[in-house]
């Protein structure tokens, strides 16, 4: 699986973006699809996942309610909308593919040993 993320960029506090991960390689369906993120100097961190198999979908409590993950399987492309973006969202935010086994219990999909491919990343930058 190839992974390509885009959409970042520079927004005010308070601004949307809408992050595009196209994949390329193998039955997108068949895996869970994520993004984690990396601020300077810090460790990456999980931010969503969603689960094609169940539906299901995990968020951070840091983006909970600001932001949404979709995923459009006809075009192989998963999308993260944020809103009411915050300075600390700043990072580098990637997208991940893990193959989709049964369901392994939430904490699971936050964990980046989870997932098998990672795309190359998109800065997101929200100024105050």
């Known amino acids: 699986v190839q992974l390509q993320a885009s959409g970042g960029g520079l927004v005010q506090a308070g601004g949307s973006l809408r992050l595009s991960c196209a994949a390329s390689?193998?039955?997108?369906?068949?895996?869970?699809m994520a993004w984690f993120r990396q601020a300077p100097g810090k460790e990456r961190e999980f931010v969503v996942a969603?689960?094609?198999?169940?539906?299901?979908?995990y968020y951070a409590d840091s983006v909970k309610g600001r932001s949404t993950i979709s995923r459009d399987n006809a075009k192989n492309t998963v999308y993260l909308q944020m809103d009411s973006l915050r300075p600390e969202d700043t990072a580098v935010y990637y997208c991940?593919?893990?193959?989709?086994?049964?369901?392994?219990?939430?904490?699971?999909?936050?964990?980046?040993?989870?997932?098998?491919?990672w795309g190359q990343g998109t800065l997101v930058t929200v100024s105050s």
């Open positions: 991940a593919a893990g193959r989709d086994f049964n369901y392994r219990g939430s904490s699971y999909y936050t964990r980046t040993d989870s997932y098998d491919y």
């Open positions: 390689g193998r039955t997108f369906s068949s895996y869970v």
């Open positions: 969603s689960r094609w198999n169940s539906g299901s979908k």
